[in-house]
């Protein structure tokens, strides 16, 4: 069974930065995309970036610029980096490998408006 922990979160500033961190049970990072999404109160969970086997990257419009998405297989982790943070950005982020249907508990960043 497929095991996700996400962390980093925590409260910041509007304008600053967080890293968040996904861990994978198992070697599952390196050979498949493995996404980022995010889930603000009362919203749906929207994804965010994407990372692919090859590292290649994209971005939800209203993130591009801002975040960073990264991986390191040696470790099974992804990163997600996000800077200029917003004010009310306040968000639950959850990693997801694309092709496997399991959710970590999420980590949650908040930036007060």
């Known amino acids: 069974q497929v095991q996700l922990v996400e962390s980093g979160g925590g409260l910041v500033q509007a304008g600053g930065s967080l890293t968040l961190s996904c861990a994978a049970s198992g070697s599952i990072f390196s050979a498949n995309t493995v996404d980022w999404y995010r889930q603000g109160p009362g919203k749906q969970r929207e994804l965010v970036a994407r990372?692919?086997?090859?590292?290649?990257?994209t971005y939800t419009d209203s993130v591009k610029s801002r975040f960073t998405i990264s991986r390191d297989n040696a470790k099974n982790t992804v990163y997600l980096q996000m800077n200029s943070l917003k004010p009310g950005e306040t968000d639950v982020y959850y990693c997801?490998?694309?092709?496997?249907?399991?959710w970590g508990q999420g980590t949650q960043d908040t930036v007060p408006s």
């Open positions: 997801k490998p694309k092709i496997f249907p399991c």
């Open positions: 990372i692919s086997s090859g590292g290649t990257t």
